[in-house]
């Protein structure tokens, strides 16, 4: 049986990126918190954290990290569930916060994610922790137990986890009319070698989008061009709109920029995205794919084989 509260500091250790800093959240001394961590290790046999400037989880220790997350969720439904109990034996009834963390892409967050799932949250006390990351990238954090679930253009399930298809979000490339028509042949046709001469907007430098376009529509494989980066899809897309360079921008997006227009129309990059999650979930957690799941076929078009993975 494992010790619970060596468990508990192993997670606040990680969570907080150190051990003075964990020390602090569990009101312990510093020498109490390593004790239990190094018991925790001596029991397994095995290193559950790197220990340095920044304290990170070993795979052992990730795999400790999920097996805490879904011990936290199952606590709370069953607290809820005594309480729930409790209010219909005449007891008061306190509603308790509960917290789910996940990782999504920029993109999907304020366009159909958060729409989605918020009147679950409201609903059933739920706190959300979004961690931001580009959508070929999210899995990682699944991986690391730092998340319950992401979106994910992994359709593959992961060790222990589940993806389920959510649906497709299409991507066009765009630019203000002035950076278009630089881009452009005098005959009206856009050059690849006058639109490479335009800076491009990138989200990260993780984001794969505008290479995908370029080799599915003119057939161009890792060019070189100039780069703005601008990792905030407000700012990333008023970029855009300023004329500072050409980029791929969700087509749900489009009808707030009026002042855009594609420079191939009919020339997509289509993203198929997963929900990867736990195949064993706690009931909040099931509440949440559901959710998830609701959302994104309303908000995503549907996955087809065509689409490309990023």
Known sequence: ???????????????????????????????????????????LGQRLLV???QVRATP????????????????????????????????????????????????????????????????????????????????????????????????????????EPLGTMRYCCVATPAVVKRCQTPGGAVSPHKMLAQPGVIFTRKDALQGVFLAQHFGLQQPHYPRHFAPAVEAFETAIELGLGWGMVPEQHLAQRPTLQELLPGATVDVALYWQHWAREAPSAQRLT?????????????????????
């Open 1 to 43: 049986m494992l010790d619970a509260r060596q468990l508990e500091a192993l997670a606040t250790v990680v969570e907080h990126g150190s051990f003075g800093a964990a020390a602090q959240a569990l009101s312990l001394t510093l020498a109490a918190v390593s004790l239990r961590i190094k018991a925790l290790e001596n029991t």
């Open 51 to 53: 220990r340095g400037k």
């Open 60 to 163: 052992a220790g990730q795999s400790l990290l999920a097996h805490v997350k879904q011990v936290r969720m199952m606590e709370a439904d069953l607290l809820g569930g005594l309480q729930g109990t409790s209010s219909q034996n005449g007891a008061r009834k306190t509603q308790r916060w509960q917290s789910l963390s996940v990782a999504v892409n920029a993109d999907s967050v304020a366009s159909w994610f958060l729409p989605g799932v918020a009147p679950l949250l409201l609903k059933h006390h739920l706190l959300l922790e979004i961690l931001i990351d580009d959508q070929d990238h999210t899995h990682d954090a699944l991986k690391s137990g730092d998340v319950i679930g992401c979106v994910s253009t992994l359709a593959e399930p992961m060790r222990g986890c589940v993806a």
């Open 290 to 310: 559901q959710a998830v799941k609701a959302a994104a076929a309303t908000g995503l078009r549907p996955v087809v084989d065509s689409a490309a993975e990023l």
